[in-house]
């Protein structure tokens, strides 16, 4: 059992994928200008990973190394497909503002990482608490730098007003305030880490 939740756990912060792998990050800053698309984001994800990991762990033993790399991407693809179809059916407006990014889930490098590294090596069971760890780091990790961003950007949390106009500061909303407050979570995560550590080795 303790094995089973270092692994759930590894990736809300001591393997997280934004903070500590550094892959990903294309998306983290292009869409967490509004809290919504920060969530939507990584509950796509979350899906797409989760699911893809289980799919490949299930059948690894009969994956030929030579087509591991084209099957994984065929697997991945499908469940991109059908978080976009989903999106764009249900949610269009959100699917609209979330643009390319959501079909550029199948490439990118944390799913196919986790696939190649993780999914293909252990078992279902593993596999799947691996995924949601995962998943979830990077949902939270989205979900503070898009209320943050949004909060001081724009001065509203899923388009309410808390702050009015005139107090709010540009800066956050563009690409160079995605980069500072993902910088100020980096910074964070390190401080806790080294304390944690320090706690440990008192």
Same mark, same amino acid.
């Given at each position: 059992?303790?094995?089973?939740?270092?692994?759930?756990?590894?990736?809300?912060?001591?393997?997280?994928?934004?903070?500590?792998?550094?892959?990903?990050?294309?998306?983290?800053?292009?869409?967490?200008?509004? %809290?919504?698309?920060?969530?939507? $984001? *990584? &509950?796509?994800? +979350?899906? =797409? !990973?989760?699911?893809?990991? @289980? /799919?490949?762990? #299930?059948?690894?033993?009969?994956?030929?190394?030579?087509?591991?790399?084209?099957?994984?991407?065929?697997?991945?693809?499908?469940?991109?497909?059908?978080?976009?179809?989903?999106?764009?059916?249900?949610?269009?407006?959100?699917?609209?503002?979330?643009?390319?990014?959501?079909?550029?889930?199948?490439?990118?490098?944390?799913?196919?990482?986790?696939?190649?590294?993780?999914?293909?090596?252990?078992?279902?069971?593993?596999? %799947?608490?691996?995924?949601?760890? $995962? *998943? &979830?780091?990077? +949902?939270? =990790? !989205?979900?503070?730098?898009? @209320? /943050?961003?949004? #909060?001081?950007?724009?001065?509203?949390?899923?388009?309410?007003?808390?702050?009015?106009?005139?107090?709010?500061?540009?800066?956050?909303?563009?690409?160079?305030?995605?980069?500072?407050?993902?910088?100020?979570?980096?910074?964070?995560?390190?401080?806790?880490?080294?304390?944690?550590?320090?706690?440990?080795?008192?």
């Amino acid at each position: 059992m303790k094995q089973k939740l270092k692994i759930f756990t590894n990736g809300l912060l001591a393997e997280n994928p934004l903070l500590v792998l550094m892959i990903g990050l294309c998306s983290s800053l292009a869409v967490t200008q509004e %809290l919504a698309n920060g969530i939507s $984001m *990584g &509950l796509s994800m +979350t899906f =797409v !990973l989760v699911m893809s990991e @289980l /799919i490949i762990s #299930l059948f690894r033993k009969l994956i030929p190394d030579s087509v591991r790399i084209p099957v994984f991407i065929i697997v991945i693809a499908s469940f991109t497909t059908i978080v976009d179809l989903l999106m764009q059916a249900f949610l269009p407006a959100l699917s609209e503002a979330m643009g390319v990014f959501i079909p550029l889930i199948v490439v990118n490098c944390i799913i196919m990482g986790r696939v190649e590294s993780f999914a293909s090596k252990n078992c279902p069971s593993d596999a %799947l608490l691996d995924g949601l760890g $995962m *998943g &979830l780091g990077y +949902t939270w =990790v !989205l979900c503070g730098i898009s @209320l /943050i961003r949004e #909060l001081l950007g724009s001065g509203t949390i899923f388009r309410f007003r808390i702050i009015p106009e005139a107090y709010t500061i540009g800066f956050f909303t563009k690409a160079p305030g995605g980069f500072f407050v993902f910088g100020l979570f980096i910074a964070i995560s390190i401080a806790v880490k080294a304390a944690m550590k320090k706690e440990v080795t008192k």
